[in-house]
């Protein structure tokens, strides 16, 4: 299957199907030792392309209808500073078509993808200058490498996410765009613009869909799901980090050891990651607000996407290699050989409960 032969992106949500779409590419490489955290450049792209295939297909086994491109990061700016500028290009090139590799092997939609540059500064319109030429490389390499969609995604400013935009609509040869915004602690952007007002603003310049990821966790994006949902028309996005953020750590940035009271972000975020349980609410919550596109980002992995797609009604084929989550107790129960320890577990649980898990 090639690129026009799949349901495009802007149809499906036309005809009232969700899309369901895995990010969290980075983290995933960082937990793998394939990438270090801080310089976050997606340099395994270049080192290990197999390994991104294989987690390419891995997050559409577990229920992905979209490949993102792994170029996040993968800009002038990031690519200069940990001195690779002159692989931009190849390493832009090779994840694009890597990507559509995939895509097509799996019947999936691929998507390319820009985020913030990081040198984007409301009243210095050199840097808008800048930030126009970084975005129309990449979106001439996303064209190039036949994208279905572009994903311009992390903004905390909406001047910028507007300016990306912006040169989608330019350069991007009719290929919708998915802009996504990243809500840190205040409920508004960098550029004080409220995330409703934000999306909106997007909506109304063209984006295909508005909406949320990284940063916050289920609990404390939700809430802004709704307020944006009341305002705009079209579809939304939500792709939160899987992280249980609450009203005093809003993102995951705001992390403390509860035993030290260190900070825990980046490297030690992982003792406040959602369980799967939260994941299926999380789905179920963004559904009854009417979320038509949805993913996590950053501590994504395919067990929890797979919980997403089943909340949305999915069944990927990683929902049918066996029952082993749902009936894990059952069956160690069944098993004779192991009756003993179950009788253990069950006499020394405190509740009186189960203890599986
Ligand atoms: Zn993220």
Request: aromatic share 8%; glycine share 10%; charged share 25%.
């Amino acid at each position: 299957m090639g690129k026009g032969q799949v349901k495009g992106l802007v149809e499906r949500l036309k005809d009232g199907d969700n899309v369901l779409i895995a990010e969290g590419y980075m983290w995933e490489f960082e937990r793998r030792g394939y990438l270090q955290s801080g310089g976050n450049v997606p340099e395994v792209v270049l080192d290990h392309p197999d390994l991104v295939r294989i987690m390419h297909r891995e997050f559409v086994h577990a229920g992905s209808d979209v490949v993102e491109a792994f170029t996040y990061y993968g800009h002038r700016t990031k690519l200069r500073d940990i001195g690779r500028e002159a692989d931009l290009e190849r390493l832009q090139k090779d994840a694009l078509a890597i990507a559509r590799e995939i895509a097509d092997e799996t019947g999936t939609l691929m998507a390319g993808n820009l985020c913030g540059t990081g040198i984007y500064s409301v009243d210095d319109t050199l840097s808008h200058g800048t930030c126009r030429e970084m975005f129309r490389e990449q979106v001439e390499w996303a064209v190039e490498g036949g994208a279905d969609y572009i994903i311009a995604e992390t903004f905390c400013y909406v001047g910028e996410a507007l300016l990306a935009l912006e040169v989608i609509s330019e350069f991007g040869n009719g290929l919708p765009a998915v802009i996504t915004l990243t809500p840190y602690d205040p409920d508004e952007t960098v550029d004080h613009v409220p995330f409703p007002d934000a999306c909106k603003r997007l909506e109304d310049a063209g984006a295909a869909v508005v909406g949320l990821n990284c940063s916050r966790g289920p609990e404390t994006m939700l809430p802004l799901m709704k307020e944006i949902r009341k305002v705009c028309k079209g579809p939304i996005a939500a792709v939160p980090v899987p992280y249980r953020t609450n009203e005093k750590h809003k993102n995951f940035m705001a992390f403390k050891d509860e035993w030290t009271g260190e900070s825990l972000y980046p490297l030690d975020v992982n003792c406040c990651m959602c369980n799967r349980s939260d994941i299926h609410k999380f789905a179920d919550q963004a559904k009854a607000i009417g979320v038509e596109y949805i993913g996590l980002c950053c501590g994504n992995a395919a067990n929890f996407m797979r919980e997403l797609a089943e909340a949305y009604g999915r069944k990927p084929p990683a929902s049918s290699v066996g029952e082993y989550v749902a009936s894990d107790l059952a069956k160690l129960k069944m098993s004779s050989s192991s009756s003993k320890l179950t009788d253990h577990l069950e006499n020394h649980d405190d509740d009186g409960g189960a203890t599986g898990n």
